[in-house]
């Protein structure tokens, strides 16, 4: 039987996870291994269960533990499960439950940046993308679109972040990640030289005079590559550029300069994943 607890208390302390404790505090970086994450609707939270992180908890309205998440529910014996009605829910989390399900879970262990790129073909390089919602859609392309794996700088959020993990529709636990190092000065230097020593070759996408079109044949003849995308304002770092092999644009019509770095993702993906 499901181990079903109706909400009574508000201050429960097992509902911080979900009302009051902050992405930081959830990440828990002062001992990664007890570090926690919220998954939020059915489809991503099978996908959690399918990568193999652990639950701790459910929280949802008591008409969905035999209703959509009734099968969440059985792959989940022995987690506590939240419940109540939806204005309640409201109350607690500050937002409607439109997804109807949350779900608390572990982090793992991070993969290191050597094991991201072992037999991969095609690596996206995030750097310095600190907005969750263009990280998720990211990660969501990259699934879809035939990389084989997402690096990050250290200054990126975090894929794990709520907002992420629900933009991304739970691909963030279907494409290997790792970040290029835990130093902020670990990139592109080290970072960079990492990769060219795994074999690829690295590829800036940039607004530049001297830009390949991403439709470039040669591009596509590279066996692997690293395709680096820069921050949402200001694009990559002049040093990224100068340091990579090739500097990539995507051509652009009625006089638009640029996409946001999400679109500009998935367009440079499915072009430079095709052989």
Known sequence: ???????????????????????????????????????????VIHRALDAGYEPVSLLMERRHVEGQAREIVARCE???I??????????????????????????????????????????????NIMNPTNLGAIFRS???LGMDGVLLTPACSDPLYRRAVRVSMGTVFQVPWAFTGVELDSWPGEGLRRLKEQGFRTLAMALRDDS???????????EKL???????????ADGTIADCDYTVRIPMSHGVDSLNVAAAS?????????R
């Open 142 to 144: 990259a699934a879809a």
């Open 1 to 43: 039987m499901p181990q079903v607890i109706e909400i009574t208390d508000f201050a429960a302390p097992e509902l911080d996870v979900y009302a009051r404790l902050t992405e930081g505090q959830l990440k828990n970086r002062a001992d990664l291994s007890r570090g926690l994450f919220i998954a939020e609707s059915p489809n």
């Open 212 to 222: 390949l079109s991403v439709d470039d044949p040669r591009l596509t003849a590279e």
């Open 82 to 127: 939240y419940v109540s009605e939806l204005p309640v829910l409201t109350q607690l989390t500050g937002f409607p439950l439109t997804r109807g399900v949350l779900c608390a879970m572990r982090r793992r262990p991070l993969l290191s940046m050597d094991a991201v790129c072992a037999g991969a073909r095609r690596i996206a390089v995030l750097e």
């Open 266 to 274: 998935a367009v440079a993906f499915w072009q430079l994943s095709r």
């Open 226 to 236: 690293a395709i680096v995308l820069g921050t949402e304002g200001d694009g990559l």
């Open 78 to 80: 022995g987690v506590p």
